[in-house]
């Protein structure tokens, strides 16, 4: 890059090449670098540095690894994260219940409208979340989330008409939701960096947990209280564990001095994020097939109804284990090549054990555990990919503005395999070959991201 003989140029420059160094971004331009910094923080770059009061932002972010306040802010993350990530993991036993009893005059891939509208919700109303995270904090985002998702569970209780269940369930509880899982992983980044890997993979276990412990406990209370109270149950447990959450999660570093509560989908321009959002789409777009319709597979192939209900908790299960150490092993190889290879196993598990073995009790099983222990990782490790490409106090942001475009993926995806099912006679051989496609095509995007970001060496560590 040619001197302009400015000092807020040269000053621009020498930051914005540390902390692409910090970041990975070793391939970056420096005449691109001065640019990208400018539109990202708003600082014209005429001006000095030290007239824009971002030092903090760029060169002096410090984080305390560990201790009390830290680790409370783990725990109280995995507490929000059991409660609304449990329910996301356990749709496949709400759809499955509600298909076969109070809507079972309704087809499969219009019962599944209802579920993957509030998946969307969940992840599209986060475009305004992050952002207000990075402005404000949690505090105004868990209270009220927490409120609107434990009034949704009690309505979902008495809701007996299609338009019920979309508007208690689909609407409130989506939007909801989307105040909740977004703080509550966020707050974690404000904490720790060398080992973010490990303690977002830690809290993101409540998730798993909550997809293994509720679908049992609905399964156990249908037959022995009913539908109304079963669910009402599942409310007050998670109103418990939102009111730990509300009283644990916390930030840390103060906002960007030019943050604003509003989205930016300009930082979509740069074309590492831009891949990885790519990757994300697909990622997520094949992972909530599965877990929707693993146990009307299993009822499809022949199963009891106790097994279909049961293949889900087993699923969960091996999540949990894939949100835990991955985590570890992302501080130690990157994130990325982590999440890569998780996908690989994802396609082993879809196309070499789920299509031939499927229809054998241990060949659902081996997938579940498969299909579990990989896309486990796969959730608690994408939010500190996209940690990689931003700096901590931006981290709502770009991880809502990714997100946002992950929920067309979530909108459609329960409804693009419901027809697939229908469009195959039944049978599940499309959907199974469909969820491979998805997640091959994400492993292409976030390696293509990882190239614009650090080469084309597949051992680098990011």
Not at 53 to 69: C, F, N, V
Not at 428 to 452: C, E, H, N, P
Request: proline fraction near 4%; aromatic fraction near 14%; include cysteine.
């Amino acid at each position: 890059m040619e001197e302009t003989g400015k000092a807020g140029n040269s000053s621009l420059s020498e930051i914005r090449d540390q902390t692409y160094a910090e970041k990975g971004q070793a391939d970056l331009k420096a005449n691109q670098k001065s640019e990208v910094l400018a539109k990202e923080y708003g600082i014209d770059s005429d001006k000095s540095i030290s007239n824009s009061g971002h030092e903090t932002l760029l060169g002096d972010e410090t984080y305390p690894e560990g201790g009390l306040r830290a680790w409370l802010v783990v725990l109280g993350s995995w507490c929000g994260l059991l409660a609304s990530l449990g329910l996301m993991n356990s749709i496949a036993t709400l759809q499955t219940y509600i298909a076969t009893n109070q809507l079972s005059s309704y087809d499969e891939g219009t019962v599944s409208w209802i579920f993957s509208f509030y998946t969307a919700l969940c992840f599209l109303c986060g475009v305004y979340v992050g952002p207000l995270f990075d402005r404000y904090g949690p505090k105004w985002l868990i209270g009220p989330g927490a409120i609107g998702t434990v009034a949704s569970i009690m309505l979902l209780s008495i809701c007996t008409e299609y338009w019920h269940f979309m508007l208690t369930w689909g609407l409130l509880n989506g939007i909801s939701t989307s105040l909740l899982f977004t703080p509550c992983l966020t707050a974690i980044g404000h904490f720790f960096r060398e080992r973010r890997g490990f303690a977002s993979g830690l809290a993101s276990t409540g998730g798993g947990l909550g997809g293994v412990a509720f679908p049992l406990i609905m399964q156990s209370l249908f037959d022995k209280v009913g539908w109304g109270w079963a669910i009402r149950i599942l409310g007050f447990v998670c109103l418990l564990l939102f009111a730990f959450a509300s009283l644990l999660v916390r930030k840390r570093l103060p906002p960007a001095k030019n943050a604003s509560p509003h989205p930016d989908f300009r930082i979509m321009k740069e074309k590492p994020f831009l891949l990885l959002t790519i990757g994300v789409f697909f990622l997520e777009f094949g992972l909530f097939i599965p877990l929707a319709y693993i146990s009307s597979y299993a009822l499809a192939n022949g199963f009891s109804e106790k097994f279909a209900f049961q293949i889900l908790p087993i699923l969960n299960g091996a999540s949990v284990i894939g949100r835990a150490l991955p985590g570890w092993w992302a501080d130690k190889i990157g994130p990325f090549n982590t999440n890569m290879i998780s996908l690989c196993v994802t396609i082993f598990g879809c196309w070499i054990v789920w299509l031939p073995f499927g229809h054998t009790t241990p060949g659902l099983v081996i997938f579940a555990l498969m299909f579990g222990f990989s896309t486990g990782n796969n959730i608690s490790i994408t939010p500190v990919c996209v940690g990689k490409l931003c700096h901590t106090q931006h981290y709502g942001r770009y991880y809502a503005t990714c997100y946002t475009v992950v929920s067309i993926a979530v909108l459609l995806s329960l409804p693009v395999a419901g027809s697939i099912v229908q469009a195959t006679n039944g049978d599940y051989w499309g959907l199974i070959l469909f969820t491979g496609l998805t997640q091959l095509v994400a492993v292409i995007a976030m390696y293509a991201s990882k190239v614009a970001s650090v080469g084309w060496s597949p051992w680098a560590n990011f």
